[in-house]
């Protein structure tokens, strides 16, 4: 098991980029997260085996049908043991 943190930027708002990566993280049984941010981009936490992991990475630099990734940034992060795969609608923080 492994837990990487996930940026993505380019046009990742406003094109289902939250719906279709929790679809694609359920499909694949991808424990985590996933939510907008204040600067356009998308944040996703994901937890599962590092080929899976792989895979999952491979789908977030193509993203769903209207995105444009432009870059995709990850880094390792601290196991969560994430019960399942949500989107966060919206940051308590804004």
């Known amino acids: 098991m492994k837990h ?23 499909q694949m049984g991808v424990k985590g997260l996933v939510k907008n941010q204040k600067d356009g981009s998308v944040y ?7 080929t899976i992991l792989d895979l999952f990475l491979d789908w977030c630099k193509e ?3 209207k995105s444009v990734v ?5 880094a390792d992060g601290e196991i969560k043991n994430y019960r399942n ?10």
């Open 44 to 50: 996703i936490e994901a937890e599962a085996s590092e």
């Open 70 to 74: 432009e870059n995709v940034e990850v």
């Open 63 to 65: 993203g769903p049908e």
């Open 4 to 26: 990487i943190n996930i940026k993505v930027t380019g046009k990742v708002q406003g094109v289902f980029f939250r719906a279709s990566t929790k679809a694609v993280a359920d």
């Open 85 to 94: 795969f949500e989107v966060i609608k919206k940051n308590l923080l804004w």
